[in-house]
């Protein structure tokens, strides 16, 4: 028979290319696993010694009086794109300032999926789409990716995948994407693809349920604190010489007798004066927000309208998260869901001690100012975890919840009428504009990972449509580092321990949140008892603020609390990093809230308290501040969300 069969001529083209095709596919996997084994080892750098001073940046104040002066650039918007366009356009020897209405990454860029990736599920979108904007997508991110690790190695970090496998015919099929995943990064590739036996994911994944299981591929990719790596941008952004202020809003778009853009009117949220900046050229990267910001171009008073319209460039959508202990995902290794019952991607990650779970995908008409997560949404996630484990997910174990506002951009000029709440023409990356008549540039659309790109070709266009009559550089970004990225190695916590005789889970977190600006925390810690109190407990702890001085032999007194936030580190961001509300610290300056929502509801009352003494706050402000922050807080898993 089988002399029969190979005599047939198709049945020796199919040997043949199934020979050449098999071929091929494992040269080119031994290939990719040379090229990483070539990559020369890291050297050796003798470690710097800590740096335990450094001047804090330009006051809120100082910063303030700087408005009165004419600037190349106005970027309105604090998030990722925004900072990012900031850092980009000073360090090419613009002058510029952002505002942006409430705190830096208050939005988005502080709920993402905490990946600095290029995207699996776009990359096999390409192959089977046959789509070069897809793997063009995939390709920018896999760059961009590396540089985040580059600029911020202490807030990004390498995130090894599980991808369980539960049919055999589907191991090559997964194995092999995982390898061009690595392939497509190039020499930007980050590790290894690999698999993982049956018997060897039990032993790394206990907690799976391994019913059936055949394999395990493992990829890489980045991880990240989003709203940490968002502030470290626009302070290194102020460093540079930007003026960078939060709690700024826009009111009105000026505009000359011609219908250009000449600068803004806001106000200061704070103390609600109002001031007119001028700028040669206005950025709207508001993110979900850029229609506003495009209604108020229509305008020939730039005033925003009367009325709440539907987004005509943003197709908004929300997206939820949960947090988990830690006991629900493997600590070294993330778990991808590629087949969640909504259709998106899913994610389960260690995150900060913690499992960060999600996230989903709900169409929305309008943009809230703040989203919250449903039930229904919460119930969908924790359904999807429930495939893998082999315990109940329990309701109660949800530590915090949020939902963040995606926003998927289009071009305006491409809808007709009647058709705005079309999907028809959505960009899948981002989308770069500008008026020609009043000169207004928008940005939006994109991902997390690519913030650096976009906001690179923003710079670009400002520099090709405006004259500042001034020598302009290329672009800078691609080699500075972020504030604490600078001396940073991977074990520094243990440097820290060293010299400060810390407990380990604190050196751990100051050193992967803050770098080599850990030291200025560590040095108002061993400072005075209070300020080694774990925020929750300032309130209760009736120390003297400014005096209790003890000897550094009373360091471990407070070691045991279950999460390590301290009063040092809450003086330390209102002294360097522009905290302005409880909120901003528990929730973006720190992740208490997004991390353990239950845990940062129990700060509040120290927060504010040590706030209240910093800032000399009266009674009524005081009350304010921290209703602001249980309202904020009691929203974010602690209490049902009403659909």
């Not at 209604?295 to 939820?320: C, I, N, Q």
């Not at 926003?407 to 058709?419: K, V």
């Not at 809450?570 to 302005?580: A, D, H, N, P």
């Not at 992740?591 to 929502?597: I, K, P, S």
């Amino acid at each position: 028979m089988w002399k029969r069969l190979w005599s047939q001529p198709w049945a020796r083209t199919v040997v043949k290319y199934s020979v050449v095709s098999g071929g091929a596919v494992g040269a080119g996997i031994i290939y990719l696993d040379y090229i990483q084994a070539r990559k020369p080892a890291a050297i050796s750098i003798p470690h710097a010694p800590l740096k335990k001073e450094c001047p804090p940046p330009p006051s809120r104040s100082e910063l303030l009086e700087t408005l009165d002066k004419k600037f190349d650039v106005l970027v309105i918007g604090g998030g990722a794109v925004g900072t990012g366009t900031a850092l980009d356009a000073t360090t090419r020897g613009l002058n510029v300032c952002l505002l942006e209405k409430s705190d830096f990454a208050s939005g988005t860029s502080s709920k993402s999926t905490k990946l600095a990736h290029g995207g699996v599920r776009y990359l096999e979108k390409a192959i089977f789409q046959l789509s070069k904007a897809q793997l063009d997508l995939v390709i920018e991110a896999l760059s961009e990716r590396s540089n985040m690790l580059k600029v911020a190695p202490h807030l990004v970090t390498i995130q090894p995948i599980m991808v369980p496998v539960y049919k055999w015919w589907q191991v090559p099929y997964t194995y092999i994407g995982c390898k061009m995943y690595d392939w497509f990064a190039g020499s930007q590739s980050i590790a290894n693809s690999r698999i993982f036996g049956a018997s060897l994911t039990k032993a790394t994944a206990p907690m799976m349920d391994n019913e059936n299981l055949k394999a395990c591929c493992i990829y890489h990719d980045g991880i990240f604190n989003d709203a940490r790596f968002n502030a470290s941008l626009a302070i290194t952004a102020i460093e540079n010489g930007a003026t960078v202020l939060n709690y700024m809003e826009v009111d009105q778009l000026l505009k000359d007798e011609s219908g250009k853009i000449i600068g803004v009117r806001a106000h200061d949220r704070e103390t609600n004066k109002s001031y007119k900046v001028h700028a040669t050229a206005v950025v709207n990267a508001t993110g979900p927000f850029v229609d506003k910001f495009l209604e108020m171009d229509e305008s020939p008073e730039g005033l925003p309208p009367k009325e709440e319209r539907a987004p005509r460039m943003v197709v908004p959508s929300t997206g939820t998260h949960v947090v988990l202990p830690e006991h629900y995902c493997p600590k070294e290794y993330g778990l991808l869901d590629p087949n969640p019952v909504d259709g998106r991607v899913m994610f389960f990650l260690p995150w900060q001690g913690k499992v960060l779970a999600g996230t989903t995908d709900e169409g929305l008409k309008y943009v809230p100012e703040n989203p919250v997560a449903t039930e229904k949404d919460i119930s969908l996630i924790m359904s999807e975890l429930q495939k893998y484990l082999a315990f109940p997910v329990r309701r109660e174990d949800v530590l915090s919840a949020w939902a963040g506002v995606r926003p998927l951009a289009r071009d305006p000029s491409t809808i007709q009428p009647g058709q705005e709440g079309s999907t028809e023409g959505i960009v899948r990356s981002h989308l770069l504009t500008q008026n020609p008549t009043s000169g207004l540039i928008t940005i939006t659309g994109g991902k997390w990972t690519t913030y650096r790109e976009m906001a690179q070709e923003t710079v670009d266009l400002v520099v090709s449509k405006f004259n500042f009559n001034k020598v302009i550089k290329p672009c800078q970004t691609r080699n500075i580092q972020l504030i604490g990225a600078q001396d940073y190695y991977a074990n520094y916590a243990s440097q820290l321990i060293r010299e400060y005789n810390i407990p380990t889970k604190l050196a751990k977190h100051l050193a992967g949140n803050y770098g080599t600006r850990a030291p200025l925390i560590l040095e108002l810690y061993k400072l005075n008892d209070f300020n080694r109190l774990p925020v929750a407990l300032a309130a209760t702890k009736r120390y003297n603020i400014s005096e209790a001085e003890t000897s550094p032999d009373s360091l471990l007194n407070f070691e045991a609390f279950e999460e390590p936030f301290t009063v040092a580190e809450l003086k330390y961001s209102i002294k360097y990093e522009y905290t302005r509300t409880p909120q901003d610290f528990l929730a973006r300056r720190t992740r208490l809230a997004f991390l353990n929502a239950r845990e940062a509801f129990k700060a509040i009352d120290g927060v504010t308290e040590v706030m209240a003494h910093e800032f000399k706050w009266d009674k009524k402000t005081t009350e304010k501040m921290k209703n602001d922050a249980a309202e904020y807080i009691s929203r974010m898993g602690l209490i049902p969300a009403t659909n």
